[in-house]
Nanobody, 118 residues
């Protein structure tokens, strides 16, 4: 089993910055792709950013140039640095990790709330 613990959410004003963290623990051979999703009230969950095991990254158009995904493989942790935040970034943010155990398996974090409001 793999446990994911997220942290870093909060309430802040437009234009501010925040960094989310998601640490994986448990029994696994390795961690593959790591992703951040978000879900705003009344909307479907959307993919925000992806980082591969070797550090290649992909971003949703809505966050490109403002958000940066990174990972520390020694800590099995993925980060999401969010800059120039906008009210439309308000959502619950979830990390998603592909853990290699007997077979690749997806795991989700518990979610962390980000509210951007003046």
């Amino acid at each position: 089993q793999v446990q994911l613990v997220e942290s870093g959410g909060g309430l802040l004003q437009p234009g501010g910055s925040l960094r989310l963290s998601c640490a994986a623990s448990g029994t696994f051979f390795s961690i593959g792709v790591m992703r951040w999703y978000r879900q705003a009230p009344g909307l479907e969950r959307e993919l925000v950013a992806t980082i591969t095991s070797v550090g290649n990254t992909i971003y949703a158009d809505s966050v490109k140039g403002r958000f940066t995904i990174s990972r520390d493989n020694s800590k099995n942790t993925v980060y999401l640095q969010m800059d120039s935040l906008k009210p439309e970034d308000t959502a619950v943010y979830y990390c998603n990790v592909l853990a290699i155990i007997r077979a690749p398996t997806n795991y989700w974090g518990q979610g962390t709330q980000v509210i951007v409001s003046s």
